[in-house]
Antibody, heavy 117, light 106 residues
Framework: QVQLVEYGGGVVQPGRSLRLSCAASGFTLRTYDMYWVRQAPGKGLEWVAKISSDGSNKSYADSVKDRVTISRDNSKNTVFLQMSNVRAEDTALYYC??????????WGQGTLVSVSS | EIVLTQSPATLSLSPGERATLSCRASQSVSNYLGWYQQKPGQAPRLLIYDASTRATGTPARFSGSGSGTDFILTISSLEPEDFAVYYCQHRSNWYTFGQGTKLEIK
């Protein structure tokens, strides 16, 4: 079965950087678009970034554009989210998500990023 | 940017009742709309995509309808496990969610 395990979250100071990773298993990663979606504490869902199956196309939400980079290593079944110059409003649970025709079909359990001095 | 507005914010019903949740788009999204269920402490789960197609494992009591700007998620007869938060989502070059409807036990 599809399994997505995120790690790399934690407490980070404003302005610092952080890299999230997502280990994928149970499916052929290289054939699927992948996403990061976040959820601030007690709030709704916000799409963050998307990467195409071969990594050639990437897109970002305006709220994080120029501060995050999504990447993938299909040979290692891993998706990444590099976050830089983090802000308090980046505090959230970050989900790694497998795509299906533009919808979010399978979700990890999330990794929590807390931005605090 | 397309904005999705869900109503009501909170819906209080009893098990066995019918639930009707609404999602309205600020401009036409054709039928490119999905619905998700999120229970406390859990990741969201895709229920419906392309407005009316049930995802694998979605019970038949869940149905979606609509096109253009107005969409409905209907739960025909509420089970105890259906009380959760529901989000609609549009797919395009960007991926927009509604703010959610909390379905609570009356």
């Amino acid at each position: 079965q599809v399994q997505l395990v995120e790690y790399g979250g934690g407490v980070v100071q404003p302005g610092r950087s952080l890299r999230l990773s997502c280990a994928a298993s149970g499916f052929t990663l290289r054939t699927y678009d992948m996403y990061w979606v976040r959820q601030a504490p007690g709030k709704g869902l916000e799409w963050v970034a998307k990467i195409s199956s071969d990594g050639s196309n990437k897109s970002y939400a305006d709220s994080v554009k120029d501060r995050v980079t999504i990447s993938r290593d299909n040979s290692k079944n891993t998706v990444f989210l590099q976050m830089s110059n983090v802000r308090a409003e980046d505090t959230a649970l970050y989900y790694c998500v497998k795509g299906r025709s533009g919808y979010f079909s399978d979700w990890g359990q999330g990794t929590l990023v807390s931005v605090s001095s | 940017e397309i904005v999705l507005t869900q109503s009501p914010a909170t819906l209080s019903l009893s098990p066995g009742e019918r639930a009707t949740l609404s999602c309205r788009a600020s401009q036409s999204v054709s039928n490119y709309l999905g619905w998700y269920q999120q229970k406390p402490g859990q990741a969201p789960r895709l229920l419906i995509y392309d407005a009316s197609t049930r995802a694998t494992g979605t019970p038949a009591r869940f149905s979606g309808s609509g096109s253009g700007t107005d969409f409905i998620l209907t739960i025909s007869s509420l089970e105890p496990e259906d009380f959760a938060v529901y989000y609609c989502q549009h797919r395009s070059n960007w991926y927009t969610f509604g703010q959610g409807t909390k379905l609570e036990i009356k």
